[in-house]
């Protein structure tokens, strides 16, 4: 069963904390202005500012957090601070019948993609793949994202992105970052992946180990249970220049989804560059082209 948790309204309450590497006080600061601007109300954990290692704070730490911002009843959505590493460490310790009795929006990507899929595949609640708190002042996207959030509008519209393979779909929206979304399997973090419209991206690591990637999906029996699959940017892309891979993404994606009868896109405006608009993890949508239409009343 799926939770649909409330839509944002405008002067509600929005709760940060960071669920992965520290950052800088300023990029908190520069962030809660902008968004208070747009007139939203910001509340920052004192979790957001804390250092151990690269870390921002322990796992102790990250999910007292996640928990003191889904106990208050003041916020009604919350975004994580930044992306980077550890967020896995979580996962064992959140208590996932809390936010099943406090549905409210969950918001952030990158190696959030583990929390957002995990979210999800534990409580039935919609969670949103977009920009983390401190790059919102830079998102060209905010009207799409508080469009969404809002539930006012009800289509994605993948602009530039190539049909690699035609058709259309209807599915549950699952995924993230690739190299963060393989760690799900085998996991009770791991949604069902039945008919799901799969979409990844990923930055900074070898073609090589993309495909291997790819190449575990595959062998675990999850690109053939997808209806369909968005492949976004996959930038700061690394190769060896003594013995060049050779493969291109496109290569990738055409041997390991040989024989699939699903839609494809290539290079949709989604992932670590420029482009991130909101997609709902969790919610049922219709591929068509390179649009994406919310066919179900994903926010309450």
Not at 48 to 67: F, N
Not at 215 to 236: D, R
Request: charged fraction near 20%; charge should be negative; proline fraction near 5%.
């Amino acid at each position: 069963m799926k939770i649909r948790p409330p839509a944002l309204k405008h002067g509600d309450t929005i709760g940060v904390m960071a669920t992965s590497c520290w950052l800088e006080e300023s990029d908190v600061l520069a962030a809660k202005s902008y968004i208070e601007s747009l007139g939203y109300k910001i509340y920052i954990h004192p979790q957001t500012l804390c250092r151990h290692h690269q870390s921002a704070g322990t796992a102790s730490e990250k999910i007292d957090a996640l928990h003191d911002l889904y106990r208050n009843k003041n916020i009604r959505a919350i975004i994580g601070a930044r992306g980077g590493n550890r967020a896995i460490t979580m996962m064992n310790g959140i208590d996932y019948d809390l936010i099943i009795n406090n549905p409210k929006i969950f918001m952030g990507y990158s190696d959030m993609t583990i929390l957002l899929n995990g979210i999800f595949a534990r409580t039935g609640m919609i969670t949103y793949h977009g920009p983390l708190f401190r790059e919102l002042p830079k998102r060209k996207e905010m009207p799409q994202i508080l469009s969404i959030l809002s539930g006012k509008e009800k289509t994605i519209v993948l602009t530039g992105a190539n049909i690699f393979r035609s058709g259309d779909a209807e599915g549950t929206l699952i995924g993230g970052n690739l190299s963060v979304f393989q760690t799900l399997l085998g996991t009770p973090n791991l949604p069902d992946m039945r008919n799901a419209i799969l979409f990844i991206e990923d930055v900074g690591d070898h073609l090589s180990r993309y495909d291997r990637m790819l190449g575990h999906l595959k062998m675990a029996g999850i690109l053939n249970k997808i209806s369909g699959l968005i492949v976004g940017s996959f930038t700061e892309v690394e190769d060896d220049k003594d013995r060049p891979f050779g493969f291109t993404m496109e290569d990738i994606i055409r041997e390991h989804t040989a024989g699939l009868d699903i839609p494809i896109l290539m290079n949709a405006p989604f992932g670590h560059g420029d482009d991130l608009p909101v997609f709902p993890v969790g919610a049922h949508v219709r591929l068509s082209g390179t649009t994406l239409t919310l066919l179900d009343t994903y926010l309450s």
